[in-house]
């Protein structure tokens, strides 16, 4: 496996739920991204972790919860979601320092639906 | 406030040029990028200006004006693989972008 892996692809929950969804990079990254994106609206930056230490939560409401267990791993842990949290999660991963700092390689993302 | 914008949607003809602009207003400017998404997939990098000017990179260029906070990607030799959307994000912070919405780009025979 290369690049940014992200699992599940698609996943449809109901309100009550909980769920989980899991991003591995093979990139030897040092900094990992989770960002929401809607239909013709822009990417949202939800949370950033670098070197396994959250460095960036904007606002994003409690129902979302990460988790960086390692550099190569992230997690997005879903509970009690609303129907407009439906939308594609992508991962992201990205080098702090160097050639090519910051240059943000995605995954292909999950594309989520609550019920 | 801060804000990106970018044109929803343009069409183009297959071998022909297209400009996709971008103007911004940010509180803070560390580099602009640009990236490009198929529908379906993975938004992926193509381009990164901190400097104003022209970076040039096979078919594809991306120009800087921070003065005028401007940007555009400009894209020769259109091939009909070239359609999709074109994101235009500006680096605030260590990790903060600000993206715009994205152009989707038609390219018809």
């Known amino acids: 496996e290369t690049g940014v892996t992200q699992t599940p692809r698609h996943l449809v929950m109901g309100m009550t739920n909980k769920k989980s969804l899991k991003c591995e990079q093979h990139l030897g990254h040092n900094a990992m991204y989770w960002y929401k994106q809607s239909a013709k609206k822009p990417l949202e930056l939800m949370f950033v972790?670098?070197?396994?230490?959250?460095?960036e939560n904007n606002s994003v409401p409690s129902r979302f919860s990460p988790e960086c267990p390692n550099s190569s791993h992230l997690f997005l842990h879903l509970h009690t979601l609303q129907p407009e949290d439906s939308a594609l999660y992508l991962c992201?991963?990205?080098?702090?320092?160097?050639?090519?700092?910051?240059?943000?390689?995605f995954g292909a993302g999950s594309r989520l639906t609550v019920l | 406030g801060q804000n990106i914008d970018q044109p929803t949607e343009m069409t183009a003809t297959e071998g022909a040029i297209v400009q996709i602009n971008c103007t911004y207003q940010?509180?803070?400017?560390?580099?602009l990028f640009w990236y490009q998404q198929h529908a379906g997939e993975a938004p992926t990098f193509l381009s990164y200006n901190v400097l104003d000017g022209l970076e040039e990179k096979g078919r594809f260029s991306s120009f800087l004006s921070r003065s005028k906070g401007y940007s555009y990607l400009l894209l020769k030799e259109l091939q009909m693989k070239d359609s999709a959307s074109y994101l235009c994000?500006?680096?605030?912070?260590?990790?903060?972008?600000?993206w715009g919405a994205g152009t989707k780009l038609i390219i018809k025979p």
């Open positions: 940010t509180s803070g400017f560390n580099g």
């Open positions: 992201a991963s990205s080098q702090d320092e160097g050639a090519g700092a910051n240059v943000l390689t």
């Open positions: 994000a500006v680096r605030e912070g260590n990790y903060q972008l600000i």
């Open positions: 972790y670098s070197l396994e230490e959250r460095v």
